[in-house]
């Protein structure tokens, strides 16, 4: 799967969220920080590995302050694939 | 000969056992009177581990694509038992070299992967797996050991501390910050500079007196650009996923050692008289006893479902491997309690029975439920899955449990290449669906069932109320009822095939109770006790592993 816009990865990357918070994507707040989303860092930790699988794209969640965005870190991944 | 269930992962460890003798006897290649003298002098057992290396041991850490032995799981579970029923120490080495190797086999390169198994195949090498840090034990995040990029490849910087193997390891694997996140390293320690890599002093303990625990330091140690494990910035992940495979060998630890206490019991227990009659004749001691063999049942349960997981069901094993390392070294630290209670004096002396082993083994398996993940982290990760579970807005892939209990087919081999860092799975508790949250019929297991399944109904409830994390008590009461559903899954795979005084399925009525009244109640239903304590008696006489599959011990 090739992901080339940060509008094509945001509704991909609420969908994984979603799935591990108990919720539908549209109640996954793009512009909220992750920290606000309520995952521990494990399951944190798992769902980077299961966006990886299905999207093809690097999260390092570990790596974040918390305060970072869905809609950011869209942003930024594919900012890093292009460099 | 009685006919009962034969085992195929069992035939290795049958072989090792003769090999090693029976530690009873002084004359023994690996026996108890050497074994406590070691200790003694806080020194590894050199001549026990030139025992293991003879006989091929080192080959059952190497996957036969490196021209090794190691195939399936519960083969490797079968050798560890038997390992740790004379010496903790003796696995505690192995275990920390297979920590190190885990991971190489699975992402290493291939140069790496040749290296190591020339290092295990040839010179029986060991290795280490160096994680924790002074300020950081089990908050990885906390690793403050860096490897930065320099040049074509990298300078490691930091100090890892309780590390096992670390005077003596000729390789090791370690958990570094890298960019991004934190990496898993590859590191020669004999083959860098002078003074890049330096071994920390040996640490003192109260039990595993001739363990290798120590350090490494590494300053601006320099690194290959292959030495990062692929793919870079996934260590915790990778070092989680290895832990899976050594928690579930914990649990085999556990169970040897546990086996020497009851043992040593059990031989007092009818060698000593007072009142004119052997101890064991008296109905209280009996139960003590009886219930340190269902503790070893429920925990062999436990431990076989979650080895043959490991290759039949990896999707599972971040939450069964948890389990398995919370619920086998709890059950065996009682059982080493109970045989202290009933040895009474004797368990105090450094001498005496079976050369005073057992204040031995029983400072030695307290190690079972602190190294790879305490009791508490172990909860904190099942309690973390249980809450991934309940939120989960499509329910995984089901696992199909017949085979996860089948004794009479080894698991399929490992496939390391194929192995993905996988650290949680929504797909929930399979064993515990069927078992304890259907309706399936089950007349052997008793009244203790209709019990659990309340309880099983009542947390799934709860979890599934609200979407406030899980608390470790739930977490608790989750691996009470998941070691029910192993019970229950390695009954009904193998019922046709027990021994005669296992086929009627009291001892799995008794397990059941046992778990459903939170483990202690004693055996008070005497139709019930009777069959399984003469199955006991006959494993002890007839020299078997204290098992439901039988494994014949040197004699």
Known sequence: MSVTAAADLVPRLQEAFAGYLGLEPAEVDPDRPVEELGLDSLTAAQLALDIEERLGVSLFLNDLTGRETLAGLAAAVLAEDRS | ?555
């Open chain 2, 1 to 555: 000969m009685t006919v009962t269930c034969e085992a195929p992962a069992l035939a290795a460890a049958r072989d090792l056992e003769r090999a090693l003798g029976d530690p009873f006897r002084a004359d023994a290649p690996v026996s108890f009177a050497a074994l406590v003298a070691h200790d003694e002098r806080e020194e590894p057992p050199a001549d026990a581990f030139a025992a293991l290396r003879a006989w091929g041991v080192h080959a059952h850490l190497v996957p036969r694509a490196w021209g090794g032995r190691l195939a399936s799981f519960d083969e490797l579970l079968a050798l560890v038992r038997v390992v740790s029923r004379r010496d903790l120490v003796l696995t505690t080495g192995l275990g920390s070299t297979a920590l190190a190797a885990i991971p190489v086999w699975a992402w290493g390169r291939d140069e790496q992967r040749a290296e190591v198994a020339d290092l295990l195949l040839g010179a029986g090498a060991f290795g280490s797996f160096a994680v924790s840090e002074r300020d950081a034990g089990s908050d990885f995040h906390a690793t403050a050991t860096r490897a930065d990029a320099a040049g074509d490849g990298y300078l490691l910087r930091g100090e890892k501390w309780l590390i096992g193997n670390a005077g003596r390891s000729s390789f090791a694997v370690a958990l570094a910050r890298t960019r991004p996140s934190l990496s898993l390293v590859y590191v020669r320690p004999d083959r860098v500079p002078a003074g890049t890599c330096r071994r920390l002093p040996r640490v003192r303990t109260l039990g595993l007196r001739g363990h290798d625990l120590g350090g490494l330091a590494f300053a601006d140690c320099p690194l290959p650009a292959g030495a990062v494990l692929e793919p870079a910035g996934r260590g915790l992940e990778m070092a989680l996923t290895t832990l899976q495979y050594t928690r579930t060998m914990v649990a085999g630890m556990a169970l040897g050692a546990a086996d020497t206490a009851l043992r040593l019991a059990l031989g007092w227990g009818r060698s000593r008289r007072l009142y004119g009659r052997p101890i064991l004749a008296i109905p209280a001691v009996r139960d003590l006893l009886l219930g340190s063999f269902l503790d070893i049942l429920i925990g062999e349960c436990v431990a076989m479902v979650a080895a043959r997981a490991l290759t039949l069901a990896p999707r599972r094993t971040s939450l069964w491997a948890a389990v398995a390392k919370y619920v086998v070294p709890n059950l065996c630290e009682r059982v080493a309690r109970d045989a202290a209670a009933v040895l009474s004096a004797r368990s105090y002396l450094r001498e005496g029975v079976a050369a005073g082993v057992f204040q031995k083994v029983a400072r030695d398996v307290a190690i079972t439920s602190i190294f790879e993940g305490t009791q508490l982290v172990q909860l904190a990760l099942i309690a973390a899955q249980l809450g991934q579970v309940a939120r989960a807005r499509t329910p995984g892939a089901p696992v199909a449990t017949d085979r996860l209990g089948d004794l009479s087919a080894p698991a399929p081999a490992w496939d390391p290449p194929a192995t993905r860092p996988r650290i949680g799975d929504p797909g929930g508790d399979d064993l515990v669906e069927r078992w304890l949250l259907g309706d399936e019929a089950c007349p052997e297991a008793g009244p203790a069932l209709r019990s659990l399944r309340g309880r099983a109904a009542g947390l799934r409830a709860a979890l599934t109320a609200d979407r406030r994390p899980v608390d470790l008590a739930a977490a608790r009461r989750h691996c009470a009822l998941h070691a029910a559903a192993c019970c229950l899954q390695v009954w009904r795979s193998n019922r046709e095939r027990l021994a005669p005084e296992a086929a009627g399925g009291e001892w799995l009525a008794l397990c059941l109770e046992r778990l459903a009244g939170g483990g202690d109640v004693p055996p008070d239903r005497e139709e019930l006790a009777e069959p399984v304590a003469r199955w006991m008696l006959r494993q002890l006489d007839e020299g078997e592993l204290f098992s439901v599959a039988p494994l014949e011990l040197a004699r």
